[in-house]
């Protein structure tokens, strides 16, 4: 009897392990979040390493994507991060540790612009 030729298998390559900034931007992305930025802060601020800037369409919006962005966090084994600002949704803040996200309305995101305060260059950084 002759016997068949096994077929080689090869390990299923793992993926790496998402970082928080990823599993943000991508949740961004998917909530259709607008004129996201970020910026690392890493050296700059011992709050955070990265902070993200982004707008929604309107309050409704402000307050979905908030929640989709807790819920990535939650999905992919960040914990439960802290959020603020959702009764009102103009300004909605989602805190994960490594990660700050900032979710405006248009009009507010204007009138705060912080993305501009922390993308300048500090002296320590210019040297």
Same mark, same amino acid.
């Given at each position: 009897?002759a016997t068949?030729?096994?077929?080689?298998?090869?390990?299923?390559?793992?993926a790496?392990e998402?970082?928080?900034?990823?599993?943000?931007l991508?949740?961004?992305?998917?909530?259709?979040?607008e004129?996201?930025?970020?910026?690392?802060?890493t %050296?700059?601020?011992?709050?955070?390493?990265h902070? /993200?800037?982004?707008?929604g369409?309107?309050?409704?919006?402000v307050?979905?994507?908030?929640?989709?962005?807790?819920?990535a966090?939650?999905?992919? %084994?960040?914990g439960?991060?802290r959020?603020e600002?959702?009764?009102?949704?103009?300004?909605?803040l /989602?805190? %994960? %540790?490594?990660?700050?996200v900032? +979710?405006?309305?248009p009009?507010?995101?204007?009138?705060?612009? +912080?993305?501009?305060?922390?993308?300048?260059?500090?002296?320590?950084?210019a040297?």
């Amino acid at each position: 009897m002759a016997t068949s030729p096994r077929k080689k298998t090869t390990a299923p390559a793992v993926a790496p392990e998402l970082q928080m900034i990823d599993v943000v931007l991508q949740s961004l992305e998917d909530a259709k979040a607008e004129q996201t930025v970020a910026i690392d802060i890493t %050296g700059k601020s011992s709050l955070s390493d990265h902070m /993200v800037v982004t707008s929604g369409r309107s309050h409704r919006h402000v307050g979905a994507v908030a929640d989709q962005v807790a819920k990535a966090l939650r999905e992919h %084994g960040f914990g439960k991060p802290r959020i603020e600002g959702l009764p009102h949704c103009d300004w909605v803040l /989602v805190d %994960g %540790g490594d990660v700050i996200v900032h +979710i405006f309305r248009p009009e507010v995101r204007e009138f705060y612009n +912080i993305e501009k305060m922390w993308a300048v260059d500090f002296a320590a950084d210019a040297r």
